[in-house]
């Protein structure tokens, strides 16, 4: 919930951007961004464990339509979404990196 109580409605999947001790950036963990249904305001969480990999990516699909207005809400706040190019970073950070051996 936001502070003003209502639903918190995830609209879209980010990565956490983290820092090294080393000043470089690097994406780090999937993120699940949420706006709140009343007052608009945006913030990002962690996925949950028990968060369902075929709700995560048709919460990804969905954000690909988003709004224009609410893509320019979501970069004033240092948010940014993954885009359509980005699908492979999802399904791999969802189900890991499989690497033939052969």
């Known amino acids: 919930m936001s502070a003003c109580k209502a639903i918190m409605q995830p609209i879209g999947i980010t990565m956490k951007q983290t820092r090294n001790k080393y000043a470089s950036y690097s994406k780090g963990e999937l993120m699940l961004i949420h706006r709140c249904s009343e007052c608009g305001k945006l913030s990002i969480n962690r996925i949950a464990a028990d968060d369902q990999a075929e709700a995560l990516i048709n919460i ?43």
């Not at 979501?74 to 990196?97: C, K, N, S, V, Y």
């Open 60 to 102: 990804y699909h969905a954000s690909l339509n988003l709004d224009e207005v609410i893509y320019q809400h979501l970069d004033r706040a240092g948010i940014h979404p993954l885009l359509g190019t980005d699908e492979t970073i999802l399904t791999d950070q969802l189900f890991g990196r499989f690497t033939s051996l052969w």
